[in-house]
């Protein structure tokens, strides 16, 4: 099983699939380490991706989802995936389930006005908000909870 994390930036996504990953044994991954560097510098600099930015990337993330399917290396995923058209590259069976860590636009601003060294530029919020579609499948939580609020909800969702 593969378990994907999707939100805005600065919705948790990296900070609940480490503790999630840690208390399952399963392996974490960052979808922001699969950028290539022209998307970092993109963002550095508070440009917005375009879609055609993001296919490779999206591409990457589907490999890797798939070679983990393939070895029964269960993982998580900590990934954007704003777009439905973006999660269909990630959903590429039903071992993969998706979790939307979904926040107010406040706490969020909130959170990324504390951040320190991510290259993820805050004046993106705003884009990143315009740009999601909810998606209408997965699990959704809250991310006024806590992180070990957050992961239990997840993990009583995944059967575990």
Known sequence: MVVVLMGVTGSGKTTIG??????LGWTFYDADDFHTRANVEKMQSGTP????????????????????LERGEPAV???????????????????VKLI?????Y???????????GHYMNPVLLDSQMETL????????????????????KIKT????
């Open 77 to 95: 995923l900590a990934c954007s995936a704003l777009k439905e058209s973006y999660r269909k590259f990630l959903l590429i069976d039903n071992r």
């Open 106 to 116: 406040a706490i969020i601003q909130k959170r990324l006005s504390e951040r320190r």
């Open 100 to 104: 939307y860590l979904k926040g107010d």
């Open 133 to 152: 579609e909810e998606p209408k499948t997965g699990l959704q939580v809250d991310i006024s909870l806590s992180p070990d609020e957050i992961v239990k």
């Open 49 to 68: 991706l375009t879609d055609d930015d993001r296919r490779p990337w999206l591409e990457a993330l589907s490999n890797l989802i798939r070679n983990c």
């Open 157 to 160: 969702y995944l059967g575990m």
């Open 18 to 23: 480490r503790l999630l990953s840690k208390e």
